[in-house]
Nanobody
């Protein structure tokens, strides 16, 4: 599966962005978002199960980032609100085939990144 991430950009602190991850047949995959800031390791951000009924995310984004998906459009969305400068990173979406109840912890397929820059 070829993943296409989009929606990155530059915003001021407190602003919002919505990232999208699209691929053919993505409805059969769980999807995760990761980010990597300069000089830092890649960090898990959030994941959503294939049917959208189960999600998980890291504490640093709880209450600010929301995952959703539209399986008719084969697209997963990461709505990011109240962005902070520490959210600045390249964001990657990843996918794992399967219809397990909960999102997996590892992902096989990765897309290219989209840059998110939050200015203070």
């Amino acid at each position: 599966v070829q993943l296409q991430a989009s929606g990155g950009g530059t915003v001021q602190a407190g602003g919002s962005l919505r990232l999208s991850c699209s691929a053919s047949a993505l409805s059969a995959y769980a999807v995760g978002w990761f980010r990597q800031a300069p000089g830092r390791e890649c960090q898990f951000v959030a994941a959503i199960g294939w049917n959208g009924q189960s999600t998980r995310d890291v504490d640093s984004v709880k209450g600010r980032f929301t995952l959703s998906r539209d399986n008719f459009k084969n697209t997963v969305y990461l709505q990011m609100n109240n962005l902070k400068p520490e959210d600045t990173a390249v964001y990657y979406c990843a996918a794992e085939y399967g219809r397990s109840l909960y999102p997996p912890t590892s992902f096989t397929y990765w897309g290219q990144g989209t840059q998110v820059t939050v200015s203070s």
